[in-house]
T-cell receptor, first 112, second 109 residues
């Protein structure tokens, strides 16, 4: 059974600190997505990682993909309150169908 | 350019009632998807459509039917709603990357 596991499930951190969210998956895939979801809202695309070794950065967030280890990371640098949200990784089963399997999400709360 | 739109935004049903959730996209994407999101969980794929006229089951298809009416529209039907179908439903479309609609919050009592 395909599994996509995120950890931690909940992360409370102080402003200015750094932290990493991990996404492990159990199948072969070289395409992975990161999304952000604010409470009561839809999903917003953050990063699209399409190959082994891919690294993308936007502001205080940086995502990477290691397909051999079946691991993606989302690194937060110098967190600010506006980053508080739930973050999901999603593994693409097939480029042909673009069917995604989502992780359970990481609820990030950045405290002042 | 509205992206992906869904109607209704909220719905309350009694057990056994039926309803159809509507989804439309204006990005000329071939693929469309229906997901459900339950509290504390990620999204789970219900059905998807790779192109007009084709549909296929996802992880949790039981209790649902879909119709890909044309390239723009993909509807999800609950024939006999059950409390276990209380959830938030998201539609998405894609051409390599998925774009999500605003969601429909459904409660079945």
């Amino acid at each position: 059974e395909l599994k996509v596991e995120q950890n931690p499930l909940f992360l409370s951190m102080q402003e200015g600190k750094n932290y990493t969210i991990y996404c492990n998956y159990s199948t072969t895939s070289d395409r992975l997505y990161w999304y952000r979801q604010d409470p009561g809202k839809s999903l917003e695309s953050l990063f699209v990682l399409l190959s082994n070794g891919a690294v993308k950065q936007e502001g205080r967030l940086m995502a990477s993909l290691d397909t051999k280890a079946r691991l993606s990371t989302l690194h937060i640098t110098a967190a600010v309150h506006d980053l508080s949200a739930t973050y999901f990784c999603a593994v693409d089963l097939s480029a042909a169908t673009n069917k995604l399997i989502f992780g359970t999400g990481t609820l990030l709360a950045v405290q002042p | 350019n509205a992206g992906v739109t869904q109607t209704p935004k909220f719905q309350v049903l009694k057990t056994g009632q039926s309803m159809t959730l509507q989804c439309a996209q204006d990005m000329n994407h071939n693929s469309m998807y229906w997901y459900r999101q339950d509290p504390g969980m990620g999204l789970r794929l219900i059905y998807y459509s790779a192109s007009e006229g084709t549909t296929d089951k996802g992880e949790v298809p039981n209790g649902y039917n879909v119709s890909r009416l044309n390239k723009r529209e993909f509807s999800l039907r609950l024939e006999s709603a059950a409390p276990s179908q209380t959830s938030v439903y998201f539609c998405a479309s894609s051409e390599n990357e998925q774009y999500f609609g605003p969601g429909t919050r459904l409660t079945v009592t």
